[in-house]
């Protein structure tokens, strides 16, 4: 018996309803037996063995983050005040100048002093802050207390855990360091935000973390010993040379090349060149822009987990979210016309922990599912998001949703009585719905999909305009949580719309009913109950996943896309 | 009673309180006639001499024009409180409301978050409150105004009590 015992296959239907039936059986004949032997055959950057960093998965023990961390944070800080006087007496020593002026060397032990006293001052705040911040993780709850005058003490439920996401800036990347953020549906701050720890420590508490979020440890068991990480499977990567493509042609660079012509043309016919130094901090700027779009975005690799799907990205800081089974509120595939000629499309997604985009590049990347990918790389994701496309046809169902026209692939678009009010995309326009999701398909040129798993949408209306009731159609609109998905089915007609609402309220309402715990693996308590049985080698089922399958049937309708 | 083109069928809709129509009366004199009477200093300063720039014509055209505007969202006050409607499902509450832009919106007993009771001084004075409903996404602009507040009272404890037993997590 080895860590996969505990898990499911990745792919296992989550609709499988156990209500009322008895927990899983006690954890400790599954964690007991040989922590690491499950994940050892399998690539990945796992951490080293569990027995060197047991010191955090050990239960109800306080612990700290790492005495470097407040310097780490600081850095800023103290790099800006070495490089002001670095900078200073590096000059005055190459003129041959004293190092401090005359009427300087008086005053300089009172100058020293002053200066030693403000540094003591700030790494004895750093001291105690880092000294009265302390985190436990016990009996189903993370606990962090902070603070020395104004005392913080907060605590959150390990299964209402919506992300992980393990954040390494550049200079901690350099000593081994890791921030943790543990994301609830608060859409604000992040619940518990542990800076810094060390990386191994990090994974390890990622690992108990989700162990005891899944409802794989109930109580508190043998403290002390590491929970064992989940296996992954690597999914996916883009290759840096689709992103910088893909950068290339984005919306931005249309914009760009529309603004570089237009300064250009108004450069000759105003026989002036002042256009061209509004360009050059527009450059600046856009040079920005793009290299953050780069740092972050490259390497990009997705992986499966029994804990939930695992994102990897970044250049010089990298960033490793980790977004449970059933988190994700709702998804977003869209394709701008300049990506057409390539078949690239980008991924995005509501969670409800990461809420609106508050750090612009922070917000984009992580709320980002795929920076970009091909039409077998949206397959896989998607498998990944709806392991249960409830359909017979899902790579029909969803090509048809990317690139399909008219009532391809079973879509309801708008009647054809409104089609002046959207000329273009009255053919676009239309929603399907699937056993566990619905599917609302906008846009000729910007084509766009939204994926609203059923158990997730929050609430619905309608909408109708007076223009719309003059033609007949309606709008509705689902509300999920703060996001970059805002799904709107618009332009439907109305016998459609209501049908829709009524059924939808209907579909809803069931998967509301089958989902019965946010332990996700006690949802799916059956297989794992198999698994423990079944006699195969465990190494053989993660080998080919069910969850693949939708892209083995793209792959070979692949080149006609690509 | 008339249902629009949006609503399901079926639904008998529950209808807030007349009474509501005086708050919102006070509410738009509030709004409406200020900007009007701020709209007229110009006006008042160009016939008194003080003022050259603005025409005589604009200086009567702009607070013309909203009042006229003004006028005409006081028509629409009544019909609009008759347009506010809810009703109680087994599994979801519907709300609707608007005339020219209408909107049904369903909600869930299971998504819901919390329910907010609050109670302006206006509303105070008629008995009134204003019930509003929070799910997990901002988008759920879940609001009942203008209920008497036994039914308020009554209708959170309902909300409350259906919330529990149908209990959903995100």
């Known amino acids: 018996m080895t860590a996969e015992g505990r898990f499911p296959e990745p792919g296992a239907p989550a609709g499988q309803p156990v209500r009322g039936t008895e927990p899983l059986p006690g954890p400790e004949p599954l964690r007991g037996a040989g922590p690491r032997s499950g994940t050892g055959p399998f690539p990945g950057p796992g ?5 060197a960093v047991g010191s955090t998965a050990s239960d109800g023990e306080w612990l700290r983050v790492h005495p470097a961390s407040p310097f780490v944070r ?92 393990i954040v390494q800036p550049l200079l901690a990347r350099i000593f081994g360091l890791a921030e943790l953020k543990f994301e609830v549906a608060d859409a604000g701050e992040s619940a518990v935000r542990l800076a810094y720890l060390k990386i191994e ?40 040379s689709r992103l910088v493509g893909s950068l ?122 795929l920076p970009v990918g091909r039409l077998d790389d949206v397959m896989s994701m998607l498998a990944l998001v709806l392991p249960d496309p409830g359909s017979d046809h899902p790579a029909d169902v969803f090509t048809a949703g990317l690139a399909g026209l008219d009532s391809d692939g079973g879509y309801v678009t708008t009647p054809r009585r409104a089609r002046f009010l959207a000329p273009l995309g009255w053919r676009r326009n239309g929603f399907t719905a699937t056993g566990t999701a619905l599917l609302l398909r906008s846009g000729r040129w910007w084509r766009e999909l939204v994926v609203v798993p059923h158990q997730r949408t929050q609430s619905m209306a309608l909408q109708q305009g007076p223009l719309a009731r003059r033609f007949g159609v309606a709008d509705l609109v689902l509300h999920t949580t703060a ?51 079944a006699p195969q080698p465990v190494v053989e089922p993660p080998e080919t996943p069910p969850v693949v399958e939708p892209v083995e049937t793209q792959t070979k309708e692949g080149p006609k896309h690509g | 009673m008339h249902t629009e083109a949006i609503d399901p069928p079926g639904i008998v809709w529950q209808r807030v309180s007349p009474k509501y129509v005086t708050v919102r009366l006070v509410e738009w004199a509030v709004g409406n006639l200020v900007t009007v009477l701020l ?39 009544p019909r609009q409180v008759r347009a506010i409607g809810y009703a109680e499902r087994d599994d979801d509450l519907l709300i609707r409301g608007g005339i020219f832009f209408q909107r ?27 019930l509003k409903l929070h799910t997990a996404s901002p988008g759920t602009n879940a609001k009942i105004p203008g209920l008497p507040a036994a039914e308020g009272a009554r209708l959170r404890e309902q909300l409350a009590a259906r919330g529990e037993a149908r209990l959903a997590g995100l």
């Open chain 1, 47 to 51: 951490p080293g063995p569990a027995p």
């Open chain 1, 74 to 165: 600081g850095w800023v800080a103290l790099a800006a005040i070495a490089f002001f006087f670095g900078r200073d007496i590096f000059e005055r020593s190459l003129q041959g100048r004293p190092v401090f002026q005359d009427e300087l060397a008086g005053r300089a032990p009172f100058l020293l002093a002053g200066g030693g006293v403000v540094l003591l001052i700030a790494v004895l705040g750093f001291v105690l802050t880092w000294y009265f911040t302390k985190y436990q993780v016990s009996g189903g709850y993370v606990r962090v207390n902070t603070g020395l005058l104004f005392r913080q003490q907060r605590q959150a439920r390990l299964d209402r855990v919506q992300a992980i996401d």
């Open chain 1, 201 to 240: 420590d990090a994974r390890q508490l990622r690992a108990t973390i989700l162990a005891r979020a899944a409802g794989v440890t109930a109580g508190t068991g043998s403290p002390g010993e590491a929970v064992p990480e989940a296996p992954e499977f690597p999914v996916l990567a883009v290759p840096p």
């Open chain 1, 248 to 369: 290339l042609l984005s919306e931005q660079s249309f914009f760009v090349a529309l603004g570089a012509v237009v300064s250009v043309v108004l450069s000759v016919l105003t026989e002036s060149s002042a256009f061209y130094l509004y360009l050059i901090p527009a450059a600046l700027g856009l040079a920005a822009s793009y290299w953050s779009l780069f740092n972050k975005g490259y390497n990009f690799t997705a992986a499966i987990s029994p804990d939930g799907i695992r994102l990897r990205y970044g250049l010089l800081d990298t960033q490793a979210q980790t977004l449970p089974p059933g988190r994700i509120q709702a998804l977003k595939i869209t394709q701008p016309p300049l990506w057409r000629p390539f078949g690239w499309y980008r991924m995005q997604v509501n969670v409800a922990g990461y809420g609106l985009v508050d750090n612009a590049g922070e917000g984009t990347s992580r709320t980002t599912l």
């Open chain 1, 483 to 533: 996001g970059p998905v805002t799904p709107r089915l618009a332009q439907a007609g109305v016998d459609e719309a209501l049908a829709l609402f009524d059924q939808q309220s209907a579909r809803a309402r069931l998967a509301r009913k089958r989902q019965t715990t946010e332990q996700w693996l006690r949802q799916v308590a059956p297989p794992l109950a198999e698994a423990v049985e």
């Open chain 2, 39 to 77: 709209l007229c200093l110009p006006l008042v300063f160009v016939l008194r001499g003080w003022w050259v720039w603005p025409p005589l014509w604009l200086a009567v055209a702009a607070p013309a024009v909203m009042l006229v505007a003004a006028i005409w969202r006081l028509v629409l006050i």
């Open chain 2, 104 to 130: 049904t919106m369903a909600v869930p007993y299971g998504r819901m978050q919390y329910v907010d009771i609050g109670v302006g001084p206006v509303e105070r004075g008629l008995g009134l409150c204003t």
